[in-house]
């Protein structure tokens, strides 16, 4: 049975930094892309940042472009996300996922609907 779990998350003010890991057990974490979704109340789940399979290309929207980092240890089964800077409008639900999709020539897998598992998610709290 696979299992994805996020941690990490928390409250933070304005212009603070978080960084959230997910593990995985039940799969093969390096035959998996790997991405980090978020959503708001009242609003879609979307992508924020994905990782292919070997950690050489990734992807980020651009609303966290040049703040948000994400990488994995493919020895450890560990994705993370490193987030800096961040900004009220970052509050969310944070969810970590798994796809079995090597992505594309333009980069990793980067749709909701590309993704096969899914943890629980992590909150992401940004005060004013």
């Known amino acids: 049975q696979v299992q994805v779990v996020e941690s990490g998350g928390g409250l933070v003010q304005a212009g603070g930094s978080l960084r959230l890991s997910c593990t995985t057990s039940?799969?093969?974490?390096?035959?998996?892309?790997m991405g980090w979704f978020r959503q708001a109340p009242g609003k879609e789940r979307e992508g924020v940042s994905c990782?292919?399979?070997?950690?050489?290309?990734?992807y980020y929207a651009d609303s966290v472009k040049g703040r948000f980092t994400i990488s994995r240890d493919n020895a450890k089964n560990t994705l993370y996300l490193q987030m800096n800077s961040l900004k009220p409008e970052d509050t969310a639900m944070y969810y970590c996922?798994?796809?079995?999709?090597?992505?594309?020539?333009?980069?990793?897998?980067?749709?909701?609907?590309?993704?096969?598992?899914w943890g629980q998610g992590t909150q992401v709290t940004v005060s004013s």
């Open positions: 039940g799969l093969t974490f390096n035959d998996y892309s």
């Open positions: 996922a798994a796809s079995g999709s090597g992505g594309s020539w333009y980069g990793p897998p980067r749709r909701v609907y590309e993704y096969n598992y």
């Open positions: 990782i292919n399979r070997s950690g050489g290309s990734t």
